[in-house]
Antibody
Framework: QVNLQESGPGLVKPSQPLSVTCSVT??????????WNWIRKFPGNKLEWMGY???????YYNPSLKSRISITRDTSKNQFFLQLNTVTTEDTAVYYC?????????????WGQGASVTVSS | DTVLTQSPALAVSPGERVTISCRAS??????MHWYQQKPGQQPKLLIY???NLESGVPARFSGSGSGTDFTLTIDPVEADDTATYFC????????FGGGTKLELK
């Protein structure tokens, strides 16, 4: 059974980059046909899908974030990472990592507990 | 973006049948999925592909629909079902509905 755990900074200053790590246990993030997603939930409940990195390293971003987002991975540590650049207060959210069902990248059947990130000076 | 519209809130009594609706601004075929989120917890997948029950989810939950109109049904509702329910489409770049908060009377 897969387990995902986010770790993040808690507080980020405006214009700085935001970085969150997702540590995966249970099986390898290179296991065929699995996709590893980032989703965030804003105050007020709105959910936004941010992007994924796949088992083979391919990446796809939400077009609305494409200029600011980067998703990478470290297969030796079984982790994947989110970086969001030039943040504003509107990026304050809970950041979740989630596993996509094999062959269904956007069907997220396991989620981490979430990392709360506040953007404030 | 494909916009998903949900009613904000519902209140039902335990033992009743409840339907939660989600309308898409354009057809998403059967690329619709449902999640349950309780306060302080992460979302939990209930239904995928409009009508497929996720493993381990009670059969009280069911989903239906295709195209633009979808429904999540809980029958019968139990006290533990108090939560916010989100729909999400994957036919286009993924988007989520605003959530329906289910309260028990």
């Amino acid at each position: 059974q897969v387990n995902l755990q986010e770790s993040g900074p808690g507080l980020v200053k405006p214009s700085q980059p935001l970085s969150v790590t997702c540590s995966v246990t249970g099986y390898s993030i290179t296991t065929s046909y699995y996709y590893w997603n980032w989703i965030r939930k804003f105050p007020g409940n709105k959910l936004e899908w941010m992007g994924y990195i796949s088992y083979d390293g391919s990446i796809y971003y939400n077009p609305s974030l494409k200029s600011r987002i980067s998703i990478t991975r470290d297969t030796s540590k079984n982790q994947f990472f989110l970086q969001l650049n030039t943040v504003t207060t509107e990026d304050t959210a809970v950041y979740y990592c989630a596993e996509g069902l094999p062959g269904y990248p956007y069907v997220m059947d396991a989620w981490g507990q979430g990392a709360s990130v506040t953007v404030s000076s | 973006d494909t916009v998903l519209t949900q009613s904000p809130a519902l209140a039902v009594s335990p033992g009743e049948r409840v339907t939660i609706s989600c309308r898409a601004s354009e057809s998403v075929s059967t690329g619709m999925h449902w999640y349950q989120q309780k306060p302080g917890q992460q979302p939990k997948l209930l239904i995928y592909g409009a009508s497929n029950l996720e493993s381990g989810v009670p059969a009280r939950f069911s989903g239906s629909g295709s195209g633009t109109d979808f429904t999540l049904t809980i029958d019968p509702v139990e006290a533990d079902d108090t939560a916010t329910y989100f729909c999400q489409q994957s036919w286009n770049d993924p988007t989520f509905g605003g959530g329906t908060k289910l309260e028990l009377k």
